[in-house]
Nanobody, 119 residues
Framework: QVQLVESGGGLVQPGGSLRLSCAASGSIFSIYTMGWYRQAPGKERELVAYISSGRRTNYGDSVKGRFTISRDNIKNTVYLQMNSLKPEDAAVYYC?????????????WGQGTQVTVSS
């Protein structure tokens, strides 16, 4: 079992920045692919970014060049640095930990943190 706790959400003006953190506990953090997803009211949950155990990253098209995902395997934490925020970035942001293998599939979610982008 992996427990995930997000923090860092809040209200920011358009063009501003926020850094989200997700602290993991309960298992070996470094072996998981860590991701950030978001869900706005009335919309489906979408991938924001993920970082693999080998630190390979991938981003959703709408955040490329503005958001950066990183991980600290000593602190068991994954971060999402969000710059140049737009009103359409407003959503609940969820942290995800996932591990896949031939006989293994693990998928864990945090409780979410609200990001509001408004002037």
């Amino acid at each position: 079992q992996v427990q995930l706790v997000e923090s860092g959400g809040g209200l920011v003006q358009p063009g501003g920045s926020l850094r989200l953190s997700c602290a993991a506990s309960g298992s070996i953090f470094s072996i998981y692919t860590m991701g950030w997803y978001r869900q706005a009211p009335g919309k489906e949950r979408e991938l924001v970014a993920y970082i693999s155990s080998g630190r390979r990253t991938n981003y959703g098209d709408s955040v490329k060049g503005r958001f950066t995902i990183s991980r600290d395997n000593i602190k068991n934490t994954v971060y999402l640095q969000m710059n140049s925020l737009k009103p359409e970035d407003a959503a609940v942001y969820y942290c995800n930990a996932q591990r896949r293998g031939t006989t293994i599939f693990e998928d864990y979610w945090g409780q979410g943190t609200q990001v509001t982008v408004s002037s």
